[in-house]
């Protein structure tokens, strides 16, 4: 069921929206600005510091089919509300693990917390869902948009918590990470998308094998797991790469939260500019961007170089996301819409938890500056695929 852009009920539904998402991106900027350090400090073995976090995006991979296929026999906000119980769970397992030290438990905890991050997801297919296609890539921008609540939240919990405990240093971060998925909830309860499960059982649908066909759902693909994965890939590093150039947590938090408001703030206004300058413009900007945050991280490793950086990578992340997503969108009918959001997010998070895993080791084994030089090709490579997919659409 589609809604206008006049509909007051959209709006309320993609408000609401707006709302677990900055609850959920605010629980994601906790986690990675202070997940490797915990790691790091309970692990044995220090090259191992970034698993938990590469376990959890395992786990998001994982639970994005699932997720999928049962929110379209429950509904959206049943299915929502699952993954946030699943989210306190994993929260409350973080504090005991970290009470005991106890690496292997924090990386099942870190686990947890990605099967409830594998329905958040949907968030921003929920309100493509319910918006006319005028309206379908600024409801989906608006969503993402709730993270610049994140950008603010996110740094201050995960520095400010530091106090609450005088000796556990992180446990104040995932006490926070508790109230979040309780607030989620909270607002989640009010949702009512209508569930449209019966009527598509009854219409006939092509075979996701046939719909991947399409060179849209493939460019689309490559661009959200591009985008994705080398944010992750660099992201998950920074706080690792500045502690080992002599940068306080502060600081890290600080970068962090520059990096959240880049990826965030423009959803804002992403969509107006897919409808002003085309889709395929916007998804070839965010990859100039990375390509921009990867040359300054080779310039030097001041707090600048990794301020800047990172905020340019959360801005090419943003264009290339929200425009891969409505481009997608291009590619399904609505009865077709639960296993190709699930093939794309599966392929998507998939390839986040391989370069989320290998980050910290690169890190070790090598150094920051092999880890930038392995993500400029991945980038430009999705640029060409873009840029081919807009020949063909000129000669067609």
Known sequence: MAFSASSTSVKAQVTLLTLTQALAMTTDTVLITTAALVGYAIAADKSLATVPLAMRQVATMAATIPASMLMERVGRRGGFLLGTAVGVLGASLSIYSLMLANFGL?????????LANGFVGYYRFAAADIADEAFRSQAISWVIAGGIIAAVLGPWLAN????????????????????????SAVCLLFLNIPHTAKRQMQESVRSLKTIARQPKFWVATVGSTISYGVMAFIMTATPLAMTDHTHSFAQSAAVIQWHVFGMFGPALFTGWLIKRFGVIAIISTGAVLNLGCVAINLAGTSFWNFAIALFLLGLGWNFMYVGST????????????????????????????????????????????MLNQMSWPLVLATLAVVMWLQRRRVTA
């Open 106 to 114: 924090f990386t099942l905890a870190m686990m947890l917390l990605g």
């Open 160 to 183: 400010g918590s530091q106090g609450w405990f005088d000796s556990e240093l992180y446990i104040g971060a995932f006490v926070a990470v508790v109230a979040l998925q309780l607030l």
């Open 326 to 369: 409505t481009l997608l969108t291009e590619t399904y009918a609505p009865t077709e819409k639960a296993k190709v959001q699930a093939a794309h997010d599966f392929i998507v998070f998939s390839f986040v938890a391989a370069t989320t895993f290998f980050s910290g080791r690169i890190f070790y084994r090598f150094d920051w500056d």
